[in-house]
């Protein structure tokens, strides 16, 4: 678009400077318009020409967006299907849900997982990977080895595939859709899993191991799977609820932006949570902010008691008046 853009710009100049050219060189008859009228006259139809051409473009580029998007979506729906395109049935590793929820595992068992794996990663069926490796981890603990195992396999073979696996799993679009309602189905079991694998040290972790620690349970996806989970399990909550306070006692926070921490507190009902919140702007200055936004979203009576008392010293206008809202006026 923004070569478009620089043509037409381009021969709105030449235009533009032709006309004068013109102007200066022909001799006025009497009764023409004056040639400032015929320049500007000129100049006000390039410009209109242009804005009608900037706007077909937009049309178009919007019109392409949605062709990509289908074109995604077709692409998806083929993936569910065998290699032969004239199955009737997916295939073991295929869709694992339908319109109306959850249609059943892509495994019924682990013993089928790694024929599972074997076909997805021959057809480079990455979402079918993915919705594998989900399913091992509903399987709870029983199932955390056979994941690892494959997730590790998964990261040496696409290396010796010539990485192509591995660049795909970089693409924004393969975290969207599918993924991310895998995530939202099974937001208990990547929880649990993630506490786990939180409590292990970091020397035992495997490449792979270590990637879904920092990509998903060390930075800002583990709030949005707390966010679904808005302690509906007790232990797993107050599991969490250990860590972040571990992390919040360590010097550097073990590594771990703080406004993570923050934010995946937040997620979580009730005063203890709020508790770690004000601890942290009584004892660190630094990202106060960050756990007064914090207590904005949890919301919990010892949230709005804490904002109550912070009020008085609060300079920021648009947080002090987002804080009186909170507390109803």
């Not at 022909?26 to 006259?41: F, I, N, Q, V």
């Not at 209109?48 to 967006?65: K, N």
């Not at 068992?109 to 091992?136: C, I, N, R, T, V």
């Not at 620690?213 to 232990?235: C, K, N, S, T």
Request: glycine share 10%.
């Amino acid at each position: 678009m923004a070569a478009v853009r620089l043509v037409i710009a381009a021969l709105f100049c030449v235009a533009v400077g032709f006309g004068i050219a013109l102007l200066g060189s022909s001799p006025e008859p009497p009764t023409a318009p004056h040639p400032a009228d015929r320049s500007g006259e000129e100049i006000a139809r390039l410009a209109a020409r242009i804005a009608e051409l900037d706007a077909e473009i937009d049309t178009a580029s919007r019109d392409e967006a949605l062709l990509r998007a289908e074109l995604a979506r077709a692409r998806r729906a083929l993936a569910d299907r065998s290699l032969d395109p004239t199955a009737a049935a997916p295939p073991s590793a295929g869709p694992r849900f339908g319109a109306g929820g959850t249609t059943g595992r892509s495994i019924q068992s682990l013993e089928e997982a790694e024929a599972a794996y074997e076909q997805a990663f021959a057809a480079g069926d990455l979402e079918a990977l993915w919705l594998l490796g989900a399913d091992l981890l509903a399987f709870g603990e029983e199932g955390y080895p056979l994941f690892e195992k494959l997730l590790e396999r998964f990261m040496s073979d696409g290396e010796k595939s010539g990485g192509a696996m591995m660049r795909r799993w970089n693409e924004e679009e393969l975290w969207l859709g599918r993924f991310f309602r895998a995530f939202a189905e099974e937001h208990e079991s990547f929880l649990a899993y993630g506490l786990s694998l939180a409590e292990r040290d970091a020397g035992e972790l495997g490449p792979g191991l270590e990637r879904i620690r920092r990509e998903i349970f060390d930075d800002e996806f583990l709030p949005v799977l707390l966010a679904f989970h808005r302690g509906e399990d007790p232990e797993l909550t107050a599991g969490w609820l250990d860590h972040f306070e571990g992390r919040l006692a360590l010097p550097d926070l073990g590594g771990v932006d703080p406004e993570t921490i923050l934010f995946g507190i937040a997620q979580i009902p009730g005063d203890r949570a709020a508790d770690l919140l004000v601890d942290w702007i009584e004892t660190h200055p630094d990202h106060r902010d960050d756990a007064i936004d914090g207590l904005l979203l949890q919301g919990s009576p010892r949230a709005l008691e804490a904002l109550r008392a912070l009020l008085p010293s609060i300079t920021d206008e648009s947080l002090r008046a987002a804080i009186e809202q909170r507390l109803g006026g």
